[in-house]
């Protein structure tokens, strides 16, 4: 210990004399290493298979009376896969009062855009009260 480091004896009958510090051993250094890189590997998993299998995009929406209400909206999946979508009908105090699932079944190539993986949809949804928006809630790949 150097002298700048040294306590003044007045301070070390009050305190104690301060442990020596240990340098960092390394197997400790390892496994703070291995536990980084297990971190980072996860979060690189996780950010390149985050993305969904399928995304909505709400178009149009349209009253056909105060118990129905058509609902536009594209899908954009892989063409060959089923995909079911929750189309719902808001009030204005944005409680749902229509509710339906959409099923969506594979597409050919000369269908929609995207050679296929992208489709226009038009939807009737049924309502207990007169709505004033409406669009996707969600949708997911059906599995087979």
């Known amino acids: 210990m150097s002298s700048a480091e040294t306590p003044t004896p007045r301070l070390a009958n009050r305190y104690g004399t ?5 340098p960092m051993g390394r197997v400790r250094l ?30 149009g929406f349209a009253l056909s009376s ?22 719902q009908v808001l009030s204005e105090n944005y409680a749902v009062v229509g509710w339906r699932v959409v ?12 050679d296929g993986g992208t489709t226009a949809h038009r939807t009737d949804v049924r309502l207990d009260s007169p709505g004033v928006s409406g669009g996707v809630n969600a949708c997911w790949i059906v599995e087979d």
């Not at 301060?18 to 240990?22: A, I, L, Q, S, V």
């Not at 291995?34 to 985050?50: D, E, F, H, R, Y």
Request: hydrophobic share 45%.
């Open 30 to 59: 390892l496994v703070v290493a291995v536990v980084l890189a297990a971190v980072a590997a996860i979060a690189a998993v996780a950010l390149t298979t985050g993305s969904p299998p399928v995304s909505s995009k709400d178009v």
């Open 103 to 114: 099923t969506i079944g594979p597409n050919s190539d000369e269908e929609g855009a995207n």
């Open 18 to 22: 301060p442990k020596p510090r240990k």
């Open 66 to 87: 105060d118990e129905l209400a058509s609902v536009d909206f594209e899908v954009t999946k892989d063409r060959s896969a089923t995909a079911q979508c929750a189309v």
